[in-house]
């Protein structure tokens, strides 16, 4: 008959296989940190640890997740030549987020792009807001001037784009 296990010998493999387990969930969360670093309830411990481990992780963003509300074309009386654009920038997402680039196309009457142009945070908010991130569901006044191209110049789109490791990803337009 095979002899008796000893309880310490049991306890050391079960010791061995908690400790095993918790290193694959170790492994598992930091494979898909970023995705998790979303999450409403995970995302901001983990964000926490790797900011502690002096590896911080990108805060989240969505571009689905902001609007653009609001929108205003004037001539500018302080530059001749300019068009002001102002608006609403809003973060539907639920969380916070850092700012998107709003991407501006004017068109013509037939609505082929006569100019385009992303604009970068510190072009449309002031100083101290394009440092800081957006809190989840608020939202901020925006302004940016572009070059008028002249009067065939009727209609634009303002889209919220983002930097994304595959490249640039922008929202889909919604307003002429």
Known sequence: P????HPL?????SVGALLLGLLLL?????????????NLVLGPSLRAVYAALGHPLPPPQSVSDWAVTALNVTSDPQAPGALSITGLLENHAGFTQGWPELRVVLSDQYGEALRARDFEPAEYLSPT????????????RFRMDVVDP??????????PCLDDPSGRICAAADHD
């Open 9 to 13: 010998a049991r306890a050391a493999w």
């Open 26 to 38: 170790g492994q598992l969360a930091h494979a898909n940190r970023v995705t998790l670093s979303h």
């Open 150 to 159: 002249g009067p065939d110049a009727v209609g634009f789109s303002l889209t």
């Open 129 to 140: 807001q394009a440092n800081v991130l957006l809190p989840a569901g608020q939202a901020v």
């Open 2 to 5: 095979p002899p008796p296990r």
